[in-house]
C-alpha cells in the first residue's frame, strides 16, 4: 500500500486524491450519502475515482465556461509547449492552477449533491432515476475527455513534426 502511495505525484494527489476525500467527507459530514466503505483501500481508491471524476468536471465543465465567460485566457498550446521548455516553472503554475480548477469543481459538484440529495429526500426525483441520470453523466463526462486528452497528445505530436 506504502509503495502504492509513493507512486502518486503531486498532480495526482492534489487534483484526484484530496479533492475525493474532501467530497466523500463532506456528503458523509452532512448526511447526504456514505459513500466510504470500512476497507481503507477501497476507501482510497473511491476518493481517487471521486476526485478524478470531479477534476474531470473541472476540464471539461468548467474550464471552457470560463473561457466563454472570459474569467480566463489561455495562451495558444503550441506557444504553451515552447515555453514550457524553456521556463520550467509554468508547469509548476499549471498545475496549482488546475488544483484551484479542480476545486471550483468540486465546490460545484458539492452543491449539486445536496440539490439532488434534497430532490430525492423530498420525493421530488426517484433515487434509481438519480443513479441513472448520474451513471449517464460520468458515462458523458469520460467520453469527452478521452477526446480532450487525445486532442492533446494529436497537438503535442504536430509540434513535434513541425520542430523536426
Known sequence: MGELLAKLSTYNLFNYLFPGAVFVFVIRHFGIWNLSSENIV???FLFYFSGMTISRIGSVVIEPLFKL?????YADYSDYIEAS????KINELLEVNNVYRTIVALLL????????????????VSEELTGILISSLVFILYVFSFRKQTSYIHKRVE???KQK
Open 109 to 124: 459538484c458539492l452543491a449539486i449533491t445536496y440539490v439532488a440529495a434534497e430532490l430525492v429526500a423530498n420525493a421530488i
Open 42 to 44: 477501497i476507501d482510497l
Open 69 to 73: 465567460l472570459r474569467i480566463v485566457e
Open 85 to 88: 521548455k524553456k521556463d520550467p
Open 159 to 161: 509540434n513535434y513534426k
